[in-house]
């Protein structure tokens, strides 16, 4: 399978952890060996309700049985779409009532520059230093990091960096100004949390200049930070929401959310203004419509600010230099990248799976399952100040 692996799937990276994974349930990944793996990452914050959540799992069985795909997105009325975009307007803003559902995040947000575009009519894109928003050629154009960009240039024209959290690069949004992009919290850039009410000036200034406002929540939304989306911590609220990972807990989806009017603009002049196959697929709407009750009609939002004080109580060692991020979305900051490496790449060897962050190489990723109990985040944090402990002999 090992060889297999490298020989037919292509590679990301030289040297891919290598897991040969056998099945997942709950909190943990199991190899070949049947060796369980606790699940820190919950596959980079995608599976939120854990591995294989029944009530996911019989969701998605239950349509399969009916139909899987019957018809490009937009044209045939099937019930678990609808039934999804409604329960979800019902927990947003009323300017947030109308969800256009397709496969991925990256893909969410391609749709969503466009949106901003046709709109507004206007072409310039303000984005931040350091921002991630996908691999797309769209996505990639507003990633604030040019060492991944630069190789595959020329990419979208008109696009302005500005820095996260500095309140003088307002004035750098304008009249020209089709839409200001920000993750809601900073991710690849080591889980930055906005701060001196950053938000809600930005939502003044795009007020100010008619720009619109486009939160990336696709990491942190679905209860991760302990909101069912981040910027509900802020005082702001956007005119797109951008959305994906956890919404079909493991399943490929994504999905951008406006009001009625502007997301109307997409239907006429042209026709088809925006288009996907399997967007809105009724498999993976039944998987979105019983995640989004199970985070809706649980405890799990709040539980998640419990679950990330003992996170932050448990992990006192003296070689983390700072913890940041907000909720079940963490990041261990080390004193150098080595350090790091060896956190994650040690951990991984004890049955704890960490990861890193894209920008930030000082950081551990700590993303666990919303499900993840307290005994197995004691567990996990006994492993990891464990290693922190060996690696100072």
């Not at 951990?347 to 993303?367: D, H, N, Q, T, Y």
Request: charged fraction near 20%; proline fraction near 4%; charge should be neutral.
């Amino acid at each position: 399978m090992k060889e297999d692996f490298f020989r037919y799937q292509a590679q990301t990276t030289p040297n891919p952890l290598g897991l040969e994974v056998s099945h997942a349930k709950g909190s943990y990944v199991y190899d070949s060996q049947d060796n369980a793996h606790l699940d820190f990452v919950a596959g980079v914050s995608a599976c939120g309700l854990g591995h294989c959540h029944p009530k996911v799992v019989h969701a998605v069985q239950e349509q399969v049985e009916k139909y899987m795909h019957v018809m490009v997105y937009g044209e045939y009325i099937q019930k678990p779409a609808v039934a999804y975009t409604k329960l979800l307007a019902s927990l947003l803003p009323p300017n947030l009532e109308t969800t256009y559902l397709v496969n991925s995040g990256t893909e969410a947000m391609e749709g969503a520059l466009k949106l901003a575009r046709r709109f507004t009519g206007r072409s310039q894109i303000v984005a931040a230093h350091s921002a991630y928003h996908g691999n797309t050629m769209g996505s990639l154009s507003i990633m604030g990091y040019e060492e991944r960009k630069s190789a595959f240039r020329p990419l979208l024209s008109d696009i302005r960096f500005i820095q996260f959290n500095s309140l003088e690069d307002l004035q750098k949004i304008t009249e020209k100004t089709a839409a200001v992009v920000l993750e809601t919290i900073q991710g690849g850039a080591g889980f930055i949390v906005p701060k001196d009410a950053y938000l809600e000036k930005i939502r003044e200034r795009c007020n100010e200049t008619g720009s619109l406002l486009i939160l990336d929540e696709i990491q942190p939304g679905f209860g991760r930070t302990g909101k069912l989306f981040a910027f509900e911590h802020y005082n702001c609220v956007p005119d797109i929401l951008v959305m994906g990972k956890a919404m079909a807990s493991g399943l490929p989806v994504g999905g951008f959310t406006a009001s009625k009017q502007i997301m109307a603009t997409l239907q006429d002049s042209p026709k088809l203004g925006h288009i996907t196959t399997f967007g809105g697929n009724a498999v993976i709407a039944s998987a979105c419509l019983a995640t989004l009750r199970e985070i809706s009609e649980s405890t799990l939002i709040q539980d998640t600010l419990v679950k990330e004080k003992l996170f932050r109580n448990l992990l006192r060692h003296h070689l983390i230099q700072e913890i940041r991020g907000k909720g079940l979305l963490l990041a261990l900051i080390m004193e150098n990248g080595e350090m790091a490496n060896y956190v994650v790449l040690e951990c991984a060897k004890r049955g704890v799976i960490l990861f890193w962050l894209l920008f930030e190489p000082k950081a551990v990723r700590i993303s666990p399952p919303l499900t993840i109990s307290r005994e197995e985040i004691q567990k996990g944090c006994a492993i990891i100040l464990e290693v922190l402990t060996e690696y100072e002999q």
